[in-house]
């Protein structure tokens, strides 16, 4: 079982549209959680942080449930600009080091 | 502000072959890390430094693959010799201190290697 598990998608959908992704990850030691963007060829950056109460910036949502180890990202109004990869990351600290585990990311391509 | 640099940004090299990535952090940025994405896989951590110092190295595949950040600066990953699965897009990221609270990690635009 992959420690960060995501739809792969695509998921294509018309602009205005709300689309969510899901995922879940396996360790439940694990201790910050974030939503990166990846545009084709590019690197991936940061979206959002997600926390456990919950957290909005704009057109985003993100929801963590620690209880069922299961992440969200809610997208509202969906624009053309949105089409990217999204990346489901978990962070694990021991000590002073540090790990991202990403998931394989959902492919989101709005249309008009 | 720069962002975290890496060098070169394409690299085709032979089997058997020695390839040297770079990867210049944000100034600052004390925590250096190393991923890799294989065709069709996940992006997949390889190492972390504090500073000077590795603090992970668990991603690593193998003893070909060798990661030094002298003086705490930029980095270095060297493959010796390359193979085939060698082959992805290995990205470079930077992020402050935990006393900084929540990080975010900066990535790198990756460089794309192809091992034939």
């Known amino acids: 079982r992959k420690e960060v598990e995501q739809d792969p998608g695509p998921f294509n959908v018309p602009e205005g549209a709300t689309v969510a992704f899901n995922c879940t990850y396996s360790?439940?030691?694990?201790?910050?959680f974030f939503w990166y963007r990846q545009d084709c060829r590019k690197e991936p950056k940061l979206l959002m942080s997600?926390?456990?109460s919950g957290n909005e910036d704009g057109r985003f949502t993100a929801q963590l449930n620690r209880a069922s180890q299961y992440i969200s990202l809610l997208i509202r109004d969906s624009k053309l600009s949105d089409s990217a990869t999204y990346l489901c990351?978990?962070?694990?600290?021991?000590?002073?080091?540090?790990?991202?585990?990403f998931g394989t990311g959902t492919r989101l391509q709005v249309t008009l | 502000e720069a962002g975290v640099t890496q060098f070169p940004s394409h690299s085709v090299i032979e089997k058997g072959q020695t390839v040297t990535l770079r990867c210049d952090p944000i100034?600052?940025?004390?925590?250096l890390y190393w991923y890799r994405r294989v065709m069709g896989k996940e992006i997949k951590f390889l190492l972390h430094?504090?500073?000077?110092?590795?603090?992970?190295e668990s991603g690593m595949p193998n003893n070909r693959f060798l990661a030094e950040r002298t003086g705490g600066t930029y980095s270095t990953l060297k493959v010796q010799p390359a193979e085939l699965e060698d082959s992805g897009v290995y990205f470079c990221?930077?992020?402050?201190?935990?006393?900084?609270?929540?990080?975010?990690?900066?990535f790198g635009q990756g460089t794309r290697l192809t091992v034939v």
């Open positions: 990221a930077s992020s402050q201190s935990w006393t900084t609270g929540v990080t975010e990690a900066f």
């Open positions: 360790n439940s030691a694990s201790q910050s």
């Open positions: 997600v926390y456990s």
């Open positions: 990351v978990v962070n694990m600290e021991h000590g002073t080091a540090s790990k991202l585990t």
């Open positions: 100034s600052g940025h004390d925590n």
């Open positions: 430094f504090v500073k000077e110092s590795k603090q992970d």
